[in-house]
């Protein structure tokens, strides 16, 4: 599938949207979609029910396309997981993949140091 603007432009508004999520459909997004786990891996990695990380899936597809949209990219969630699964985790761009992780990885650790 052939992004439906200029390639740089349809990935800087895609980051654009990406980055404006909130943290936990973000991470999903970026580990499944983009970083190509699946639903069972990612809820290892991000320590979630399979569960919860298929509702936040499917929600952020849903934001995503739907933002999408509304800047004049019209992708059916299908042709968008088409495209997004297209590139390779490379191509997430740097400091958004960064600051997700090193937040994910703080989480963690508070919540390991201070169990409920």
């Known amino acids: 599938v052939e992004p439906p603007l200029p390639q740089t432009d349809f990935w800087a508004i895609f980051d654009e949207e990406l980055a404006r999520l909130s943290e936990p459909l973000r991470k999903v997004v970026l580990v499944c979609d983009l970083g190509e786990s699946s639903r069972s891996q990612a809820a290892k990695e991000l320590n979630w029910p399979e569960g919860t990380v298929s509702k936040r899936l499917t929600k952020a597809r849903n934001v995503l396309a739907r933002r999408l949209s509304l800047r004049g990219i019209s ?3 299908p042709a968008m997981l088409s495209l997004i699964s297209s ?7 740097s400091r958004l993949l960064e600051s997700t992780l090193h ?10 140091s201070n169990p409920a």
């Open 103 to 112: 937040g994910s990885m703080a989480s963690r650790k508070a919540s390991i």
């Open 87 to 93: 590139q390779s985790e490379a191509s997430i761009p």
């Open 75 to 77: 992708l059916s969630v």
